[in-house]
């Protein structure tokens, strides 16, 4: 079976942003290249909540982003708690490509988008400072699971080469304190690829994927001869047994997705609702659900 190229990506605006990065991939482009033109689809969306432009803000009402990527070659960008810029995926691209760091925060990587012809606007829709007001009325912070069924975007692509590239990008929790960050900015809990091996992302409760270092450890699994789904599932486990007695756990979902050098996928989440979007040149761009542990 040809099982190269595949995309994946989380949740059900994966979906066009897959067909994005097919379109690159399959165009020419490098895979870094499909996996930042897949992922800005969901960025630029304004009905996306939970990405880019239209994402809920922060208890402030402040949009602050968090996204990186990662190439084949181990090379890596990321930019947390930046503000202000549609496409962060775009500008940790360029950290990644034009900085001898790997991550800019703040201030900081707005002052560098802005340097790099980046243009800043407004992120906060008209819905979303509603929401926002809404929500201040009561200002209780706890965590909604699988928000609107579209949380983080996370993409994993393989390439005919058989090489792998990722990219993960996200307004992060609704209602956060301001300046948190997440795990999706940070390589080795929001993503992680090991080109000798496999690439993982992950999706919800970022506090408790970064407490786990959640998706080096599914490619790590991987790397002791785990199937990805079964990596998914042993580093879910985990989580779920360092969070039972745990103040999150009533809210706690956690996702992740994997694909290995062989360009066999899956995914696995605590909780049910997780589903992931695939495409390859067999069977072209669908939805699978993932396997979960509890309802
Ligand atoms: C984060 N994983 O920032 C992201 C997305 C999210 O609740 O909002 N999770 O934690």
């Known amino acids: 079976v040809q099982r190269k190229p595949v995309i994946i990506s989380t949740w059900k605006h994966g979906f066009p942003a897959n067909e994005a990065a097919w379109k690159t991939l399959t165009g020419g482009g490098t895979g870094i290249d499909a996996v ?3 992922v800005r689809v969901s960025e630029g969306d304004p009905k996306e909540r939970s990405v880019g432009y239209g994402g809920l803000p922060d208890r402030e009402g402040k949009v602050t982003l968090d996204a ?5 070659d181990s090379n890596c960008g990321s930019v947390a ?3 202000g810029i549609k496409h962060p995926i775009s500008v940790a691209r360029k950290v990644m490509e034009e900085t001898p760091h790997v991550m800019l925060v703040g201030q900081g990587a707005l002052n560098f988008a802005l340097s790099k012809g980046f243009k800043e606007e407004n992120l906060l829709t008209p819905e979303s400072e509603k929401d926002w007001k809404k929500w201040l009325e009561k200002s209780k912070y706890k965590p909604v ?5 579209h949380d983080t975007i996370s993409m994993l692509a393989l390439d005919e080469n058989g090489n792998l590239s990722g990219a993960c990008t996200t307004s992060g929790a609704a209602w956060k304190l301001h300046g948190r960050v997440g795990d999706s900015p940070i390589i080795g809990a929001g993503l992680f690829l090991d080109n000798e091996v496999g690439a993982a992302a992950a999706t919800g409760l970022g506090e408790a ?3 786990t270092a959640g998706s080096a450890m599914v490619v790590e699994q991987m790397r002791m001869g785990k199937s990805p789904e079964e990596a998914c599932k042993i580093i879910v486990e985990r989580i779920f047994e360092k969070h039972k007695n745990h103040k ?3 809210y706690l979902q956690v996702g992740f997705i994997a694909v290995n050098k062989n360009g066999e996928y899956g995914g ?8 992931y979007a695939v495409c390859d040149a067999e069977k072209g761009n669908r939805m699978e659900d993932a396997s979960f542990k509890m309802t």
């Open 36 to 38: 930042e033109a897949g």
């Open 68 to 72: 990186c990527i990662m190439d084949s």
């Open 81 to 83: 708690f930046l503000q």
């Open 145 to 149: 699971i699988n928000i609107e069924n």
């Open 209 to 211: 994927v970064i407490r």
């Open 248 to 250: 999150d756990m009533e």
């Open 268 to 275: 696995y989440s605590l909780r049910s609702g997780f589903n």
